[in-house]
């Protein structure tokens, strides 16, 4: 293989039949200073391609999906040459021939400001499991609090959590009938007995736990999509500071970080000091959703599976109609109610934003218009939401009622094929 030198690197950036392939980890890709870097993110143009993936039985699946053409010559880098070997290592058995290393990315690309680099916006609101290791001593301090989310399942929190957190049930924030916001007052009371105020720092995570529809609740075994549906809401009702555990409790225990089985008591305060919602802006209800079908500045966004979107499916135990709202963009979701591979990678970490990007542009989901997320209840919907928030999306909502309420609506449209 040849070994590239920083200029030869530079004269070939952005050639089509060049790819730079960054393997480090996904968080060091997004932005985080994981190695002492002089600027965070990545090669400008570069794919994410982490070492650690390498272990997986599924390395053939995720070079697919990341449409590596073979042909292409690639450029790795990356933190040690050992890691950048490892990759090199798997693709060659994976039949990529034409691969070059670059081994000065740290020592002189990051060290020179010309040299183009990129990263995710709003990279700090999505944390590695190493960082929240470094800030440990911080948590439940009266500034930080670290939440493990789950729906109606203290036996997620209890079997092991991350020390110092505290248990959140879904059900806290959201309606077990109708699965919308609870309301300002509810929530006001919810977010006090956590102990959570405007200014406190929240920091969510949850367990994913293979959940399937057939289970009585499969959203007990789907934590970290209810991690990220506490995000929007607990941003909704006005806490400044929200961030997601990049992968949920997966990535700390992928880092061999310990566990506790202790039941970490709330603190709970008197006043939330700020006025609920603090954003209502965030959510959309079904008026507002049937304004955004007729705006063409608008797009109303529909997360699902694509069983559920062309209607062979409702995709929950508890919903009978099929369908899908007419007028929705369709931006995929992952293959039933309660997994998202589209947005996430095999090891839970949120995908690639580039890909996500290229995804929501091909159907026209671009940061200039105002996009709402919808799926069936607003769990999916949430982590959609949470992903164009990191990438730097402002004028972003959840359409709180999805199919559930507008599918019991009889004179509310329904396409069914």
């Known amino acids: 293989m040849d070994t590239l030198s920083t200029p030869q690197v530079s004269a070939l950036l952005g050639r089509a039949d060049v790819e730079l392939i960054d393997v480090r980890s996904v968080d ?76 000065s990315f740290i020592s002189q690309w990051c060290q020179d400001p010309s040299k183009p680099m990129q990263k995710l916006s709003r990279y700090r609101d999505l944390i590695p499991a190493r960082y929240l290791y470094s800030v440990l001593n911080k948590i439940n301090d009266g500034n930080t609090i670290l939440c493990h989310v789950h729906y109606q399942n203290p036996d997620s929190y209890t079997s092991g959590h991350i020390p110092g ?45 293979s959940p399937h529809n057939n289970q009585p609740f499969p959203g007990s075994n789907a934590g970290h999509l209810g991690a990220m549906r506490a995000g929007v809401i607990l941003r909704y009702a006005g806490v400044k500071e929200v961030k997601i555990l990049n992968g949920g409790l997966q990535a700390w225990i992928d880092e061999s970080y310990a566990l506790s089985t202790e039941w970490v008591k709330k603190k709970p305060v008197t006043e939330f000091r700020a006025p609920i919602p603090l954003h209502p802006e965030y959510f959309t209800n079904i008026d507002k959703a049937k304004g955004i079908l007729k705006d063409p500045l608008c797009n109303l966004v529909c997360v699902r599976s694509r069983k559920e979107y ?17 007028g929705a963009v369709f ?31 091909n159907v026209g989901i671009t940061p200039d218009k105002h996009n709402s997320f919808y799926c069936g209840t607003g769990w999916r919907a949430s982590e959609a939401f949470m992903n164009a928030w990191f990438m730097g999306y402002h004028n972003i909502s959840v359409f709180d009622g999805g199919w559930f309420e507008w599918s019991n609506d009889p004179t509310n449209p329904v396409i069914t094929k």
Request: proline share 4%; with cysteine; aromatic share 10%.
């Open 28 to 103: 060091a890709y997004n932005g985080w200073r994981l190695q002492h870097e002089a600027r965070g993110g990545h090669i400008r143009g570069a794919r994410s391609l982490p070492c650690k993936w390498t272990r997986y039985i599924d390395w053939p699946d995720i070079l697919r999906e990341k449409r590596i053409d073979p042909q292409s010559y690639l450029i790795l880098y990356g933190n040690s040459d050992d890691q950048v070997g490892m990759v090199a290592n798997r693709l060659k058995r994976a039949g990529y021939s034409n691969l070059a290393l670059y081994n």
């Open 165 to 209: 957190a505290i248990d959140l049930d879904t059900n806290k924030l959201e309606d077990p009938q109708t699965w919308n916001r609870r309301s300002p007052e509810e929530l006001k009371k919810a977010l006090e007995e956590c102990g959570i105020t405007t200014d406190t720092t929240v920091i969510l995570y949850g367990k994913f736990s």
């Open 310 to 326: 062309k209607g062979e499916v409702s995709g929950y135990n508890y919903i009978n109609k099929k369908g899908r709202i007419p």
């Open 331 to 361: 931006a995929e979701g992952g293959s039933d109610a309660y997994h998202m591979e589209n947005y996430r990678n095999v090891d839970h970490t949120t995908k690639e934003y580039h890909q996500i990007e290229t995804m929501w542009n």
